[in-house]
């Protein structure tokens, strides 16, 4: 089992840059495949990006692709999500996950099996 604490999110403007990171605890983070989910005010659960167990591989929504970065650095059990350029439909309630399916990356949210609490990203126009 893994627990995940996300961190980072704020209010910023639009063309600002942050950086969310996912703190993970256990010894087997690296078994995980891992992503980023964003749910925005009546709205569902969306993908945004997602990396393999050893990092090699990522995958992006088209919305995100060119701006936002997924890393992970698995000797600090912890996953990043570079969001720079950042609009205003970027606002939403970003989480983490962590996922033990055979793939290498899924965007499907419930494929994950673990999920973090969330964390607000607000930009402003």
């Known amino acids: 089992q893994v627990q995940l604490v996300e961190s980072g999110g704020g209010l910023v403007q639009a063309g600002d840059s942050l950086r969310l990171s996912c703190a993970a605890s256990g010894r087997t983070f690296s078994s995980y495949a891992l992503g980023w989910f964003r749910q925005a005010p009546g709205n569902e659960r969306e993908f945004v990006a997602a990396i393999s167990r050893g990092g090699g591989a990522t995958a992006y929504a088209d919305s995100v692709k060119g701006r936002f970065t997924i890393s992970r650095d698995n000797a600090k059990n912890t996953m990043y999500l570079q969001m720079n350029s950042l609009k205003p439909e970027d606002t939403a309630v970003y989480y983490c996950?962590?996922?033990?399916?055979?793939?290498?990356?899924?965007?499907?949210?419930?494929?994950?099996?673990?999920w973090g609490q969330g964390t607000q990203v607000t930009v402003s126009s």
């Open positions: 996950a962590a996922g033990t399916f055979s793939s290498i990356v899924s965007r499907v949210p419930d494929r994950y099996n673990y």
